[in-house]
């Protein structure tokens, strides 16, 4: 859609542990109006967690229904549980002009790339070294050591989609990532294919 008025949705995507919630949760806190969604999840709650503000927790049936109702943009399976973006919430607000951001692992983020070009601009975070991931990872230590080494197993594959994304930051000093973010979020407002609608009024416009 060639609108200049609607909003953007940015999906930034990464390896577990590369930053994602941190860059994002300062980003929100920079910019007033961009807002997060809220994604549903059937794994369970952690501590630190609370419905609807970190995920929507849904039961395997309830999710599986969501999926079969269409009620997903992008849903990923992870370790044995499912992720998934609702739909409504990102369509209706990306039509009523607000900024909405993803903050999703990698083949939800390819999903939406594929199924909502023309509203997506995506930015896939990179460590600066593997060594400074596996020390983020572990330093976390929101997982067990086993499911921290298997989420830096599987870092080594999810790089090599980083050429699909618009994007690339290395995400090394936390400042300089989130200010890249928010440049890159202001410029996605300015691509040219949103002026056509406008460009064409202008053509109509009879001043002399
Ligand atoms: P993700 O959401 O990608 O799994 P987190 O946001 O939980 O990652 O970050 C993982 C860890 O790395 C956290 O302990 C966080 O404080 C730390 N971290 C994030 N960005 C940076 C950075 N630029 N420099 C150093 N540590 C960082
Ligand atoms: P966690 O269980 O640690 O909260 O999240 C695990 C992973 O799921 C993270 O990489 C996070 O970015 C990703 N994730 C969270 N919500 C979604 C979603 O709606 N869709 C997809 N595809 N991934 C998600």
């Known amino acids: 859609m060639n609108n200049t008025n609607r909003g953007r949705l940015l999906v930034v995507s990464g390896p577990s542990g590369i930053g994602k919630g941190t860059v994002c949760k300062e980003l929100l806190r920079r910019c007033s109006d961009l807002l997060l969604s809220i994604s549903c999840t059937t794994r369970p709650m952690r501590p630190g967690d609370e419905e609807g503000v970190t995920y929507f927790f849904k039961t395997e049936e ?19 549980k499912r992720y998934g973006t609702p739909r ?68 080594y594959r999810e790089i090599e989609y980083a050429e699909q994304y618009d994007f690339v930051i290395i995400n090394d000093q936390l400042e300089e990532t989130v200010e890249a973010l928010r440049a890159i979020l202001i410029a996605s407002h300015y691509g040219a294919g949103r002026a056509l609608d406008h460009m064409h009024a202008l053509k109509e416009e009879q001043v002399l």
């Open 88 to 155: 409504a919430f990102v369509e209706k607000n990306l039509l009523e002009g607000r900024d909405v951001i993803l903050e999703i692992e990698t083949q939800g983020a390819l999903q939406v790339i594929q199924r909502a070009k023309e509203d997506v601009t995506s930015v896939f975070l990179l460590p600066p070294s593997m060594r400074e991931l596996h020390k983020r990872l572990v330093e976390r230590s929101t997982e067990t050591p086993e499911k921290a080494r298997l989420r830096f197993e599987s870092a």
């Open 62 to 80: 309830e999710f599986e229904r969501m999926v079969q109702a269409g009620e997903f943009l992008e849903y990923a399976g992870m370790y044995g």
